[in-house]
């Protein structure tokens, strides 16, 4: 049973353009989402975060939105630059754990 | 500041043998957690330690364990490897886990099960 779902394994931007990426989620106990950026052969990194309470949270060319009652959150990189080029994973946080998306390939075209 | 540290970055070992893994957190962080990445499936929780104790757990056998020294540093151990445990291992820690401590991993360990 999948909590955190990524339902595109990969997707493909021009750059400068807006890649947005998708996540859905099932558990409303949920009150913290996150987002990690992976390159091969290293680990993820923190990206951006948004608490249950709000659903926006900027942080330069980043921006993750909740829509609690649908239960998704999207991020939106404005513009979409090669060095984004990633997989992208979404995770929900309750009780000290954290649930995974199973991620999304972004790639960027020059 | 020095990144998370995981020992070894690869390791091959055959069905039935067991493998410890190592991770040393950044310092001063107090929480370690393991996870298993496996393609397709993204990140697997193992289990989480904070002072020594395990605080969380995934679900996964009691063949995965682990533990957390007086220093923060972690080690898990798989014991009666299967050729399902070959994945990407991969070690975060945190000053501890609340919504303002995002995880901070290392770069894994390839465990390849033959």
């Known amino acids: 049973d999948q909590q955190v779902k990524q339902n595109s394994p990969s997707l493909s931007v021009q750059e400068g353009r807006i890649s947005i990426l998708n996540c859905d989620y099932t558990n409303s106990m949920f009150d913290y989402f996150l987002w990690y950026k992976k390159y091969p052969a290293e680990g993820p990194t923190f990206l951006i975060s948004i608490s249950s309470i709000k659903d926006k949270n900027e942080d330069g060319r980043f921006t993750v939105f909740l829509n609690k009652s649908a239960k998704h959150l999207s991020l939106h990189i404005v513009p979409s630059q090669p060095g984004d080029s990633a997989v992208y994973f979404c995770?929900?946080?309750?009780?000290?754990?954290?649930?995974w998306g199973a991620g999304t390939k972004l790639i960027i075209k020059p | 500041k020095a990144g998370v540290t995981q020992t070894p970055r690869y390791l091959i070992k055959t069905r039935g043998q067991q493998v410890t893994l190592s991770c040393s957190p950044i310092?001063?962080?107090?929480?370690v957690s393991w996870y298993q990445q496996t393609p397709g499936q993204g990140l697997q929780f193992l289990f989480e330690?904070?002072?020594?104790?395990?605080?969380n757990k995934g679900n996964f056998p009691g063949r995965f364990s682990g533990r957390q020294f007086s220093n923060s540093r972690s080690e898990m151990n798989v014991s009666t490897l299967e050729l399902g445990d070959s994945a990407l291992y991969l070690c975060?820690?945190?000053?501890?886990?609340?919504?303002?401590?995002?995880?901070?991993f290392g770069n894994g360990t390839r465990l390849t099960v033959t």
């Open positions: 310092s001063g962080h107090r929480s």
């Open positions: 995770a929900a946080e309750s009780n000290y754990q954290l649930i």
């Open positions: 975060a820690s945190s000053l501890d886990r609340t919504d303002t401590s995002p995880l901070h």
């Open positions: 330690y904070f002072s020594e104790t395990q605080r």
